[in-house]
């Protein structure tokens, strides 16, 4: 029973610390959304993981330099799918806060996970059916209100947005496809499982094995991220932004990929350690914690305060069918 109750907290901190990974948006100073996501983006998805694959033992490398080219060239195709989501996915952040970002781009992810590697047999098809689809429909349709009620109130951007979406309809656009995009990190999980499972068979631990994924996932991610920031802040002639509050902004940004290392660091050890629950059950638990966490932020941080009374609750309730439905979904 401690074990169980141990994983869960693990899974708990890695759901809250993927949800707390917004939080540093809103204070940073005299910067635009691309000078932000390009110094997370080199934190978050560089520094971390290059230093995470330093501290590895030696006997992983021998074993990961075995596998085939092509798992390395797919994780990071995949990865630059996930950097695109993650670009969209901020300026969602950015627009509509928190709560909403973590709960109606994840409903959107959810569902493109779970559908997509049937549709192209990559998985073996549900052993019950309808239980496998009412707990999609659960899941869409706790997406679709969540949209619905944060339509409510008013949606003034955290930072100065390089774009025009600032009406509700073409931010709830660009969050379709964040969630579309952000699929990409658990479809490469899915694709590459037997890669890890390889170096696991191999006497790699299941925590070591995962960076097989997670490293050309989050360099794919940089390579497309890092570069668009750039670009943007360019042709804003925004780059001498960077020197602007550099102490404080950099800060706050190497704070955002910490939130980011310890979500996969938390979830490696929980899915690996012994006793731990089956994958699915994991990310469903996980799930639950990130969209709930999200909400319980957004409530912190007063974004909710534009919206009614009514709003709110229907956003809270809405919040809570998806996490359940995203729970029935992978305890199945």
Request: a positive charge.
């Given at each position: 029973?401690?074990?169980?109750?141990?994983?869960?907290?693990?899974?708990a901190a890695s759901g809250f610390f993927q949800a707390a990974f917004a939080l540093p948006v809103?204070?940073?100073?005299?910067?635009?959304?691309?000078?932000?996501w390009v110094a997370q983006s080199v934190a978050a998805n560089v520094l971390f993981p290059v230093?995470?694959?330093?501290?590895?033992?030696?006997?992983?490398?021998?074993?990961?330099?075995?596998?085939?080219?092509?798992?390395?060239?797919?994780?990071?195709?995949?990865?630059?799918?996930?950097?695109l989501g993650g670009v969209a996915w901020s300026l969602t952040l950015t627009g509509l806060g928190?709560?909403?970002?973590?709960?109606?781009?994840?409903?959107?992810?959810?569902?493109?996970?779970?559908?997509?590697?049937?549709?192209?047999?990559?998985?073996?098809?549900?052993?019950?059916?309808?239980?496998?689809?009412?707990?999609?429909?659960?899941?869409?349709?706790?997406?679709?209100?969540?949209?619905?009620?944060?339509?409510?109130?008013?949606?003034?951007?955290?930072?100065?947005?390089?774009?025009?979406?600032?009406?509700?309809?073409?931010?709830?656009?660009?969050?379709?496809?964040?969630?579309?995009?952000?699929?990409?990190?658990?479809?490469?999980?899915?694709?590459?499982?037997?890669?890890?499972?390889?170096?696991?068979?191999?006497?790699?631990?299941?925590?070591?094995?995962?960076?097989?994924?997670?490293?050309?996932?989050?360099?794919?991610?940089?390579?497309?991220?890092?570069?668009?920031?750039?670009?943007?802040?360019?042709?804003?002639?925004?780059?001498?932004?960077?020197?602007?509050?550099?102490?404080?902004?950099?800060?706050?940004?190497?704070?955002?990929?910490?939130?980011?290392?310890?979500?996969?660091?938390?979830?490696?050890?929980?899915?690996?350690?012994?006793?731990?629950?089956?994958?699915?059950?994991?990310?469903?638990?996980?799930?639950?914690?990130?969209?709930?966490?999200?909400?319980?932020?957004?409530?912190?941080?007063?974004?909710?305060?534009?919206?009614?009374?009514?709003?709110?609750?229907?956003?809270?309730?809405?919040?809570?069918?998806?996490?359940?439905?995203?729970?029935?979904?992978?305890?199945?």
């Open positions: 029973m401690r074990a169980q109750i141990t994983t869960l907290l693990l899974l809103r204070h940073f100073r005299a910067w635009r959304w691309e000078q932000m230093g995470w694959a330093m501290a590895v033992p030696a006997a992983f490398w021998s074993q990961a330099a075995r596998l085939p080219w092509f798992h390395w060239l797919g994780c990071y195709g995949w990865g630059l799918l996930w950097g928190i709560a909403f970002a973590n709960s109606f781009v994840m409903g959107v992810s959810i569902l493109t996970g779970a559908l997509f590697p049937l549709l192209l047999n990559a998985v073996e098809p549900p052993s019950r059916p309808w239980h496998f689809t009412v707990s999609l429909g659960l899941c869409l349709l706790g997406t679709v209100l969540v949209g619905v009620f944060r339509r409510h109130g008013k949606h003034q951007p955290f930072l100065p947005m390089p774009t025009a979406f600032r009406t509700y309809p073409r931010l709830l656009a660009l969050a379709v496809f964040a969630g579309f995009s952000t699929a990409g990190y658990g479809l490469a999980f899915t694709f590459a499982f037997s890669s890890i499972r390889t170096l696991v068979v191999n006497g790699i631990s299941p925590l070591s094995a995962s960076l097989v994924v997670v490293l050309p996932v989050y360099l794919g991610a940089a390579s497309v991220a890092i570069p668009l920031g750039l670009a943007v802040a360019a042709r804003a002639g925004g780059l001498p932004l960077f020197g602007r509050f550099a102490g404080r902004n950099c800060s706050l940004a190497l704070s955002m990929g910490l939130c980011a290392m310890a979500t996969a660091v938390l979830y490696g050890v929980a899915g690996s350690r012994s006793g731990h629950p089956a994958p699915n059950v994991c990310f469903g638990l996980f799930v639950n914690c990130l969209v709930l966490g999200g909400v319980g932020l957004g409530f912190a941080t007063g974004e909710m305060r534009g919206l009614t009374a009514g709003a709110r609750t229907g956003l809270v309730l809405s919040a809570c069918g998806l996490a359940a439905g995203a729970w029935l979904l992978n305890a199945r």
